[in-house]
T-cell receptor, first 113, second 114 residues
Framework: GAGVSQSPSNKVTEKGKDVELRCDPI?????LYWYRQSLGQGLEFLIY????????KSGLPSDRFSAERTGGSVSTLTIQRTQQEDSAVYLC???????????FGPGTRLLVL | DAKTTQPTSMDCAEGRAANLPCNHS???????VYWYRQIHSQGPQYIIH???NNETNEMASLIITEDRKSSTLILPHATLRDTAVYYC???????????????FGKGTKLSVIP
C-alpha cells in the first residue's frame, strides 16, 4: 500500500478487557515503531522492531503491554486487562531501516470505559 | 526529554511565509534535525530533515545554522491547511550511536489566519 495503515480506527472497550491493535506497514519497510499519545500529551515511544532482530521494548509502560510482528510485516500491539489510563491514540510508524525516516499511520483511538 | 526548544504558538497570514524556529544547542555531530507536523486528530506527517546543509522539498525548506545549534522551517506560502502543531526533533543518524525512536516535545502550534 501507499502508506501505513492501522485498524481499527476507533476502539471502545471496558476496563479489564484485552484489546489488539493492528499495524500494516509500508511494503519493504523493515523498521516498525509503536507510540502512544494521550490527550493533550506528546508522543510516547513504546516499542520498535527491526527485521528479525529482538525488539526494543524499553518504552512499554507495563507488562500488560506486548507487541509482536509476524513475518516481518504486520504488527499487533496487545493490551491486557485494560485500564482507563490506557485511553490514548496508538500510532504506528514504519521506516525503510531504523536509521531512515519514519512514516506514521493514522492511529487507533482507544477509549477504556 | 526532548532536546529541542520551540515557541509554543505562532500565527501566520494566509499566503505569507511561515518561519518556524527551533533551538537544538546540544545537538551532536551524528544527529539529524527532523520536522513533522500533526494536524488535529491525524498521525504525524513527515515534512523534511537535514544534517548540515539546507534542504528543500515540495513542502518546505529547512535552514540549519552553520553551528547547527538552531534551524528554521519555512513554509513558503502558508495556507489554512497548514494549521497544525509542528515538531522539531533531533534524531541519531548512525547505527550504534543511540536510540532510533523519535522524541517529540510540545511543538509549535501554527495558526494560519485568513
Amino acid at each position: 500500500g501507499a502508506g501505513v495503515s492501522q485498524s481499527p480506527s476507533n476502539k471502545v472497550t471496558e476496563k479489564g478487557k484485552d484489546v489488539e491493535l493492528r499495524c500494516d506497514p509500508i511494503s519493504g519497510h523493515t523498521a516498525l515503531y509503536w507510540y502512544r499519545q494521550s490527550l493533550g500529551q506528546g508522543l510516547e515511544f513504546l516499542i520498535y522492531f527491526q527485521g528479525n532482530s529482538a525488539p526494543d521494548k524499553s518504552g512499554l509502560p507495563s507488562d500488560r503491554f506486548s507487541a509482536e510482528r509476524t513475518g516481518g510485516s504486520v504488527s499487533t500491539l496487545t493490551i491486557q486487562r485494560t485500564q482507563q489510563e490506557d485511553s490514548a491514540v496508538y500510532l504506528c510508524a514504519a521506516g525503510r531501516t531504523l536509521q531512515e525516516t519514519q512514516y506514521f499511520g493514522p492511529g487507533t483511538r482507544l477509549l477504556v470505559l | 526529554d526532548a532536546k529541542t526548544t520551540q515557541p509554543t504558538s505562532m500565527d501566520c497570514a494566509e499566503g505569507r511565509a511561515a518561519n518556524l524556529p527551533c533551538n537544538h544547542s546540544t545537538i551532536s555531530g551524528n544527529e539529524y534535525v527532523y520536522w513533522y507536523r500533526q494536524i488535529h486528530s491525524q498521525g504525524p506527517q513527515y515534512i523534511i530533515h537535514g544534517l548540515k546543509n539546507n534542504e528543500t522539498n515540495e513542502m518546505a525548506s529547512l535552514i540549519i545554522t552553520e553551528d547547527r545549534k538552531s534551524s528554521t522551517l519555512i513554509l513558503p506560502h502558508a495556507t489554512l491547511r497548514d494549521t497544525a502543531v509542528y515538531y522539531c526533533i533531533v534524531r541519531v543518524a548512525y547505527s550504534g550511536a543511540g536510540s532510533y525512536q523519535l522524541t517529540f516535545g510540545k511543538g509549535t502550534k501554527l495558526s494560519v489566519i485568513p
